[in-house]
């Protein structure tokens, strides 16, 4: 049997690509590990912007309820002024 003179080439050859898809998988790693270092800062930003968002949607929902109130007290004071300038005007002759 005789051996191939190429073969030690060519173990040579599959030693440098086995080596370069070690160097490719180092780098991809290298990139997911940053990818997901961003996407974690993106998640908690994303989060403290929730954070801020319910926080003015209560804000506002204080201020409605206020402005519903304030429009109560101004309907009372409206109907009493009513009673006070009838009360001031006296009876109607037309009554």
Avoid: C, F, W
Wanted: no cysteine; glycine share 6%.
């Amino acid at each position: 049997m005789t051996v191939d003179p190429d073969i030690p080439r060519r173990v040579a050859q599959v030693g440098h690509d086995i080596e370069d898809l070690y160097q490719l998988q180092t780098s991809a790693n290298d990139s997911l590990t940053k990818l997901n270092g961003r996407h974690l800062r993106l998640a908690n930003r994303v989060d403290e912007v929730q954070q801020a968002l319910d926080l003015q949607g209560g804000r506002l929902d204080r201020i409605e309820h206020n402005q519903r109130r304030q429009s109560q007290q101004l309907d009372g004071l409206a109907e009493q002024l009513a009673q006070v300038l009838t009360a001031l005007r006296g009876p109607n002759p037309s009554d």
